[in-house]
């Protein structure tokens, strides 16, 4: 009997924190700073979750210079907004609503994402690609191993968790909060290329299409984002 045939490694590249027609992503934290004032953290990430800017503001300093914060806020647009809930990242958005421009604000918060609901778009593809595996199976005589994912999903508290490890730490809570975020994203961006890649194996599953680097409805914010806040002029 054979087995289904598996492509080799360099069939799956997938490529890492570039996604052609998205900018990514942006994570807002309110906390303490290294001194413990009240303070604003801005990260910017790519679309996989890499961080390619951050700042840490206090509030203080807001009020002294709100010019300052406002072009670190225009560095998010074509961004989502991401977070573990809706609530956290609009809350933040309202202590800043005297300085930042009124029509930034509200495109950054029709783009939120959660990660929660990421996690469940991963897992719906995978079940789908379990189902589809098994149709397969029920059609050709030759011995179909079950699909097996590399890396188990986890719960939204364990991921959590495993994002506020001692290793994400910062100087500041504030810092490390957007910090625990940011490694969130990036697990999430993770897993789904592992999902792919695992789907790309299977040579009869490949007319589901190419890999791709997000699924579908992330990847369909994310550029939802660029066009969104592109009409928005400095």
Avoid at 58 to 83: K, S
Avoid at 120 to 129: L, V
Wanted: aromatic share 6%; net charge negative.
């Amino acid at each position: 009997m054979s087995i289904g045939v598996e492509a080799s490694e360099n069939e799956l590249s997938i490529p890492i924190d570039y996604v052609p027609g998205v900018r990514g992503h942006a994570v807002l934290a309110v906390g303490p700073d290294s001194g413990g004032a009240d303070a604003l953290a801005v990260w910017r990430l790519g679309p996989t979750g890499v961080a390619g800017g951050a700042w840490v503001v206090g509030f203080d300093e807001i009020e002294r210079n709100p010019e300052q914060l406002r072009r670190i806020m225009w560095n998010l647009q074509d961004r989502c907004l991401i977070d573990w809930d809706r609530e956290t990242p609009i809350g933040v958005l309202g202590r800043v609503t005297e300085v930042v421009p009124a029509e930034l604000l509200s495109k950054l918060e029709d783009t939120i994402l959660t990660i929660p609901e990421l996690l469940e778009e991963i897992s719906e593809h995978r079940s789908s690609y379990t189902t589809a595996v098994e149709q397969h199976r029920s059609h050709v005589k030759s011995k179909i191993a079950p699909l097996a994912w590399p890396t188990q999903l986890p719960g939204q508290e364990h991921l959590a968790a495993w994002a506020a490890k001692d290793r994400f730490a910062s100087a500041s809570q504030v810092a490390a909060t957007a910090l625990a975020v940011t490694a969130a994203v990036a697990r999430t961006a993770q897993l789904w290329q592992d999902t792919e890649q695992a789907r790309y194996r299977r040579t009869y599953l490949r007319s589901l299409g190419d890999p791709q680097p997000l699924p579908p409805l992330w990847l369909a914010q994310l550029r939802k984002a660029v066009h969104t806040n592109s009409s928005v002029s400095a």
